[in-house]
């Protein structure tokens, strides 16, 4: 392993509210392990309060990446999102995967009543727009498992690196006639752009290379996402479901 390479850390959750499917973790399958000079580390977590956060900082702990990449479902919602605010409140309208539904209590007692995103939301939101692909800046991740995990990883890494939480749409697999849904691979080319913006961040933070010119990890990871590896990302900790194949 070439400890020297940078990388990012991208996470997704597993189904829950009796879904067999979560956007985000085909999103994780679909990921190639490399994208240029970044290595992408790869972490499925539970829909747990508790665990999810536990898991998640275990990794970043471990791993060192330049910055976190978390992705979540907001069902309902036709546009990605990527959040800009963090509330220190866990509130759920149903008991997460482990049966556990809090009300009212904070992520982190003692912090504050919210923290903010360090990932470059307004390149990332124009970047999206300019393809084509809906997208929307929201302040309000919700009371459940994602902000949670938003507000805890925020609250443990203090600024040191880019990090920060967005939001897919349903996927037209999943069934919702009724609701706003996006297709998948335009949710895969939706976070290749944004792997993409946040390579440029983690680059014109170092002070002693200049800025390479990257070629855009958009496109090389849509071209690789037809051939997915069966494998698993590191960090992996529920079985594999049927991913939904993508054919460029």
Request: some cysteine.
């Given at each position: 392993?070439?400890?020297?390479?940078?990388s990012i850390l991208?996470?997704?959750?597993?189904?829950?509210?009796?879904?067999?499917?979560?956007?985000?973790?085909?999103?994780?399958?679909?990921?190639?392990?490399?994208?240029?000079?970044?290595?992408?580390?790869?972490?499925?977590?539970?829909?747990?309060?508790?665990?999810?956060?536990?898991?998640?900082?275990?990794?970043?702990?471990?791993?060192?990446?330049?910055?976190?990449?978390?992705?979540?479902?907001?069902?309902?919602?036709?546009?990605?999102?990527?959040?800009?605010?963090?509330?220190?409140?866990?509130?759920?309208?149903?008991?997460?995967?482990?049966?556990?539904?809090?009300?009212?209590?904070?992520?982190?007692?003692?912090?504050?009543?919210?923290?903010?995103?360090?990932?470059?939301?307004?390149?990332?939101?124009?970047?999206?727009?300019?393809?084509?692909?809906?997208?929307?800046?929201?302040?309000?991740?919700?009371?459940?498992?994602?902000?949670?995990?938003?507000?805890?990883?925020?609250?443990?890494?203090?600024?040191?690196?880019?990090?920060?939480?967005?939001?897919?749409?349903?996927?037209?697999?999943?069934?919702?006639?009724?609701?706003?849904?996006?297709?998948?691979?335009?949710?895969?080319?939706?976070?290749?752009?944004?792997?993409?913006?946040?390579?440029?961040?983690?680059?014109?933070?170092?002070?002693?290379?200049?800025?390479?010119?990257?070629?855009d990890l958009a496109?090389?990871?849509?071209?690789?996402?037809?051939?997915?590896?069966?494998?698993?990302?590191?960090?992996f900790i529920v079985?594999?479901?049927?991913?939904?194949?993508?054919?460029?």
């Amino acid at each position: 392993m070439n400890h020297n390479r940078k990388s990012i850390l991208v996470t997704a959750f597993e189904p829950f509210d009796g879904e067999k499917l979560n956007p985000t973790e085909n999103v994780l399958h679909c990921l190639p392990d490399a994208a240029e000079e970044f290595t992408i580390r790869k972490l499925l977590l539970p829909v747990e309060f508790r665990r999810s956060l536990e898991l998640a900082v275990a990794a970043v702990d471990e791993l060192s990446p330049d910055a976190v990449i978390m992705l979540g479902q907001a069902g309902g919602r036709s546009a990605v999102t990527p959040e800009s605010t963090a509330r220190n409140e866990m509130n759920a309208r149903i008991p997460d995967n482990a049966g556990y539904r809090p009300e009212h209590l904070p992520v982190v007692k003692g912090g504050p009543p919210a923290l903010y995103s360090t990932l470059p939301l307004e390149a990332i939101n124009q970047a999206l727009n300019d393809r084509g692909i809906p997208c929307e800046i929201s302040d309000d991740a919700g009371t459940y498992v994602c902000n949670a995990l938003f507000y805890g990883m925020l609250d443990h890494l203090d600024g040191k690196i880019p990090a920060g939480f967005i939001h897919v749409p349903y996927i037209r697999e999943q069934g919702h006639r009724d609701k706003p849904f996006m297709e998948s691979d335009i949710i895969l080319q939706a976070v290749g752009t944004v792997l993409h913006c946040i390579t440029q961040i983690v680059y014109s933070a170092e002070t002693v290379h200049p800025e390479p010119e990257l070629p855009d990890l958009a496109l090389r990871i849509y071209r690789k996402a037809g051939r997915p590896r069966v494998r698993k990302p590191t960090g992996f900790i529920v079985p594999w479901a049927v991913p939904v194949r993508v054919n460029w």
